[in-house]
């Protein structure tokens, strides 16, 4: 069984869709193995987007991660990484099929509901980075 790191963003907790797209993945079939609400600091949200903290647009990523509190949680199922990549549709929710998560929710790139780990590999670091080893039952 695989497991996935997911982070409802900003824009999910302010329109109040967090159980909307919640039961998408739990009708998938995903079981939820660690849930958990807080404010992203700067530090954290500079890791977890090292891969881009150094662009000129980083900084409205971090205003915008930080712009409120989100819920951060830990998903567990077969293929869940790739499946809910799947659910998700592209990043950019301009480009998004209806009937996606991001294609029904979001409305561009950064607004885009829900962040998701990308590979096995990085559900793995990112569910070390946000959850304790007692915060996840799975």
């Not at 695989?2 to 079981?31: Q, Y």
């Not at 199922?77 to 990549?85: A, F, N, S």
């Not at 998004?96 to 990308?118: C, E, L, P």
Request: proline share 4%.
């Amino acid at each position: 069984m695989e497991k996935t790191f997911v982070i409802f963003k900003p824009d999910a907790m302010e329109k109040r869709i967090v159980g909307t797209v919640l039961s998408r993945f739990e009708a998938a079939g995903f079981d939820v193995i660690g849930c958990k609400m807080g404010r992203l600091s700067p530090a954290l949200l500079r890791v977890h987007y090292a891969h881009v903290a150094d662009k000129p647009f980083y900084p409205e990523i971090e205003g915008f991660m930080n712009s409120r509190p989100v819920i951060m949680i830990g998903l567990q199922g077969k293929d869940v990484v790739q499946r809910v990549r799947d659910l998700l549709g592209p990043t950019d929710s301009r480009k998004a099929a209806k009937g996606t998560i991001r294609g029904d929710f979001g409305s561009d790139m950064m607004k885009n509901v829900v962040h998701a780990s990308d590979s096995v590999e990085n559900g793995q670091a990112e569910l070390a980075r946000f959850f304790k080893s007692d915060e996840l039952f799975g």
